[in-house]
């Protein structure tokens, strides 16, 4: 029976918002509001073939060889954080977009735009850890750009990084592959960058310090793929928005369903803790040296196996797998045997009141 | 984590679940009170375990859900000051008013900041002494301790820039006010754990005796909300009427008499409209006259302003458990958590968000 409404307690709210005439931090977030801002504006704008597929590099074809071509600016507060800098980040990002199509990494640029008044220390510091990572991956950096802003019109120092590589194999790998039966694999720990970067910013202190994974991946993915890259459908690290966004926007770009299941999915104790403490969903921050593919079903455990034997794998895992129901949707069983939606995060993670 | 991962062992899941199987005979009603554990239902799938005689109604207690359009207004006005940083808890930051929200604020150049605890903003007021630094101090009596202190301090410290818009609530009024109203569909209640740390249970139990329904103060994690169901359905089943303590590792009898005496120092009781059920008699709290100096609204000189609310969205109906999120025709298609035409779709903690979130129905 339908309830009859109490006139004297009825109550409603607003009309919704036109939405906002200008830039918020939720467009950056790499969620929803990102999403619509890519789609409605520079999607439409730069329509291509290449463009239109989305995923975190283009894969373009010059007289028969295939390149893997990826951009990356990195503007993180602070610029030195537990486990890395801001340097080594743009090194390993881009290095890590381009690796996802399974290229070779070989080529860098790096843009850098100075605040007036930074530390040339500091800089030197940033540089040589670049330097560094770049050695550890492989790639050199070719070519660059400096500016400098005036004091309070940048914050210390953003750097863009683009990468060039080459695909030596003739698999095709993209978010849009996925097929139902496929595992679902995820490399490590979640959560790790994410709350490294929040605790130093916000000079939270936990029991045992939460360091970055900032890592370059591309070792670890070209082995995978000498070992059997045909049974790879997609890879991505899950940067921004987390494996939250990467299993969503796979499940949209291949009109799956995806499930995972909450107590395969590997965290730190200090990570989830952090997590708890600040109202955090662990699914929906930002790793720097994760990789999650979809594979083959009948090759899943031997592509784990793989991985293991590898430090930047060593706590790989099924953490699910590709459904033909439930399209675009991504559910995860819980804990207690309960199912609920894992949806695509909007904008900016708020923390809870209480 | 110890004290978390006991509360979520799926054996001692399985073990309420079958224990409250075997108790229940007939359909109830029961309502958790606090967003949070509403939020804790869906995120873990509880409501999908329990058995189907049971229905779970989601009430009031999200803080930025009951916070009513006028005060939104009005902090939006303030933060858009450019003598002003507005300071928040990040989930009011989304919540619109009648024309924008705290995010359009700050992207039009206010300087409205995210904190984690009023005390970051006393810290902040302190650093800042050209500014007027203003804390949006809402809540139940969750909060209320908190923010009593932050203006306490400030008093103390003798700071002249800081103050707070005070919109805090009180659970038991709301609950009297559910009780009261004619439609009233729930027969008993899992109380706020973190709320009755603060205040103890004293004051549910004229309400449990008045209305004859069992209250049970329960805790967040499955394994608590579960034993808090299973002691609600043993009353119901048994005719009981009484406050029980589920959440006894935490919550005493007479609560946190400190953090009492500190509310009642800085705050008195006051009459509240709420968003969605509209004005209850002592039902919530503002600064007591003496620190005057320090309430917002009386600084930034706003006047009383009466918005109308358009009737767009049910929330007033789910915030009293007489309709659920996915029974409203706007639910995940004119009324997301991007474009939110209510608060409960704002906060993790509002109703709409978490089964938005978590388990959509409307597809």
């Not at chain 1, 794998?313 to 991504?330: L, P, T």
């Amino acid at each position: 029976m339908e309830p009859k409404i109490p006139s004297e307690l009825f109550a409603t709210c607003p009309l919704p918002l036109a939405g906002s005439t200008t830039i918020q931090l939720g467009h950056g977030s790499g969620g929803q509001m990102m999403n619509d801002l890519i789609r409605g504006l520079f999607l439409s704008a730069f329509d291509n073939p290449y463009l239109s597929k989305l995923d975190d590099y283009a894969v373009l074809e010059i007289n028969g060889v295939r390149l893997a071509f990826s951009t990356d600016s990195f503007v993180v507060d602070p610029v030195f954080f537990p486990g890395g800098n801001i340097g080594e980040l743009a090194v390993n990002g881009t290095v890590n977009d381009v690796c996802m199509s399974g290229a070779k990494p070989l080529f860098l640029s790096a843009g850098f735009i100075l605040e007036e008044g930074f530390s040339l220390a500091e800089l030197q510091t940033i540089v040589h850890s670049m330097r560094l990572a770049a050695k550890k991956a492989g790639v050199a950096i070719v070519t660059g750009d400096t500016k400098v802003v005036n004091k309070g019109k940048g914050d210390k120092l953003y750097i863009n990084t683009s990468g060039l590589g080459v695909i030596e194999h003739p698999f095709s790998i993209s978010g849009r592959n996925l097929q139902p039966g496929d595992a679902i694999l995820l490399s490590g720990t979640i959560g790790d960058h994410g709350i490294a970067v929040l605790s130093k910013r916000e000079g939270l202190a936990f029991e045992s310090q939460i360091v970055s994974d900032t890592v370059a991946l591309n070792g670890l993915v070209a082995n995978i793929l000498q070992a059997d890259g045909a049974c790879v459908h997609a890879m991505r690290d899950p940067t921004r928005g987390g494996v939250a966004a990467t299993l969503n926007e796979w499940a949209t770009a291949s009109n799956v369903g995806i499930r995972i299941y909450e107590d395969r999915i590997p965290i730190k104790p200090s990570v989830a803790g952090a997590c708890e403490l600040l109202g955090l969903d662990p699914l929906y921050i930002a790793n720097e040296g994760k990789l999650v593919m979809a594979v083959a079903k009948e090759k899943a455990e031997e592509v784990v196996a793989a991985m293991r034997t590898y430090k930047d794998g060593d706590a790989a895992v099924i953490i699910g797998e590709v459904v033909g129901d439930r399209a675009g949707m991504v559910s995860m069983q819980t804990r207690i045997g309960g199912w609920r939606i894992v949806d695509m995060p909007v904008g900016e993670q708020l923390p809870r009141i209480c | 984590m110890k004290y978390l991962h006991e509360y979520r062992n799926p054996a001692l899941v399985k073990h309420l679940l079958a224990e409250i199987r075997a108790t229940v005979t007939r359909p109830w009603v029961i309502m958790e009170i606090c967003g949070g554990q509403t939020h804790a239902i869906i995120k873990n799938g509880i409501d999908q375990l329990l058995p189907e005689q049971i229905e779970l109604v989601h009430g009031p207690g999200c803080p930025v859900c009951v916070t009513p359009l006028e005060l939104v207004d009005k902090a939006i006005e303030i933060a858009s000051r450019r003598e002003v940083i507005f300071t928040s808890f990040g989930d009011m930051l989304r919540v619109p008013g009648s024309h924008k929200d705290l995010f359009m604020v700050k992207s039009e150049g206010g300087d409205v900041r995210v904190v984690y605890s009023p005390l970051d903003a006393l810290k902040i007021a302190r650093e800042n002494l050209d500014k007027k630094v203003v804390f949006f101090a809402i809540g139940f009596e969750t909060t209320a301790p908190n923010n009593a202190m932050a203006v306490w301090q400030a008093r103390q410290e003798g700071l002249k820039n800081f103050s707070v818009l005070v919109s805090h609530v009180l659970v038991p009024a709301a609950i009297e006010a559910l009780l009261s109203s004619a439609n009233n569909r729930v027969q008993g209640y899992l109380a706020a754990g973190h709320v009755c740390t603060v205040m103890g249970w004293q004051e549910y139990e004229p309400i449990a005796a008045k209305y004859h329904v069992p209250i049970v103060v329960t805790g967040f994690e499955p394994v608590d909300i579960l034993a808090g169901v299973l002691a609600v359905v043993r009353q119901l089943e048994t005719g009981q009427a009484r406050v029980e303590n589920q959440y006894s590792r935490v919550v005493r009898h007479e609560g946190n008499r400190a953090a009492q005496e500190l509310i009642n120092r800085v705050f008195t009781v006051t009459d509240r409209k709420w968003r969605g059920i509209g004005e209850i008699s002592a039902s919530g709290l503002c600064l007591r006259p003496e620190f005057r100096q320090f309430d917002a609204e009386a600084i930034f000189g706003l006047a009383e302003v009466q918005v109308e609310e358009p009737a767009e969205c049910i929330s007033g109906l789910v915030l009293q458990g007489l309709k659920r999120p996915h029974e409203c025709a706007a639910f995940g298609r004119r009324c997301t958590p991007q474009s939110p035409l209510g608060a409960p779709m704002v906060s993790a903690e509002g109703a709409c968000a978490a089964y938005y979130a978590y388990h959509r129905k409307t597809e």
